[in-house]
């Protein structure tokens, strides 16, 4: 079956650039996803990408997808307090049975230093 | 993107009662779905809801103790039947639009059985 796999936690300084990866198994995945959740919220889409890509730029956020190498990075440019939160990843398929089912990483504790 | 609203956004029950979660979504969406994320935990998939019959359960869970409606392309309830404390869990409700391939999350319900 699917499996996603996230290092559990990560600590910058204010100002630095954060680098959370993700492993994934399931070389038929279709999309890629980075959440956000904050302590007592929900989860907050911050952005995608589709496999056939291998990079996507928004803003402080970059995306960067290995596909050969089942291998998923979200850089966040300028790290401040407020990014302090679990980044999650997230695979799933555009078709079949398993259409628009996510799997989740276990999540990356980013917490960011004054 | 969609907006999506649970409630309630937490509650505390007694061992043996139900409960009822209710997902409510701004826009008309193709596929809703529960996820649980317990304690500490990543998300897990409980089931898809589907629209007029009955919902698609992931293994682990079934529809006696997770009873799940979708009278339409909005609304959707999760029941959690018969509770234990291993039901403290947050239980979120997602929904993926008609033009997009993105998932966006309700903030979450956040239980906790006694």
């Known amino acids: 079956g699917e499996d996603v796999e996230q290092s559990l936690f990560l600590s910058v300084r204010e100002g630095d650039s954060s680098v959370i990866n993700c492993t994934y198994t399931?070389?038929?995945?279709?999309?890629l996803y980075w959440y956000k959740q904050e302590p007592g919220a929900g989860l907050q889409l911050l952005t995608y990408i589709f496999s056939n890509m291998d990079m996507k730029q928004d803003q402080r956020l970059t995306v960067l997808l290995n596909k050969k190498d089942k291998h998923l990075s979200l850089r966040i440019a300028d790290t401040q307090t407020g990014d302090s939160a679990i980044y999650f990843c997230a695979e799933s398929h555009a078709g079949g049975t398993s259409y628009g089912k996510l799997t989740f990483g276990q999540g990356t504790i980013l917490t960011v230093h004054p | 993107s969609a907006v999506i609203s649970q409630k309630p956004s937490r509650d505390i029950c007694q061992r043996g009662t139900s409960l009822t979660i209710q997902c409510q979504v701004d826009?008309?969406?193709?596929?809703m779905f529960w996820y649980r994320q317990q304690p500490g935990q990543s998300l897990t998939l409980i089931a898809t809801a589907n629209q007029g019959s009955e919902a698609t359960y992931e293994s682990g869970f079934v529809i006696d103790k997770f009873p799940i409606s979708r009278p339409n392309l909005t609304f959707s309830t999760l029941t959690v039947s018969n509770m234990s404390p291993e039901d403290s869990s947050i239980y979120l409700c997602?929904?993926?639009?008609?033009?997009?391939?993105?998932?966006?999350f309700g903030p979450g319900t956040r239980l906790t059985v006694l």
């Open positions: 997602s929904a993926e639009g008609v033009s997009t391939d993105t998932q966006y």
């Open positions: 826009s008309q969406v193709t596929m």
């Open positions: 399931d070389s038929s995945s279709t999309y």
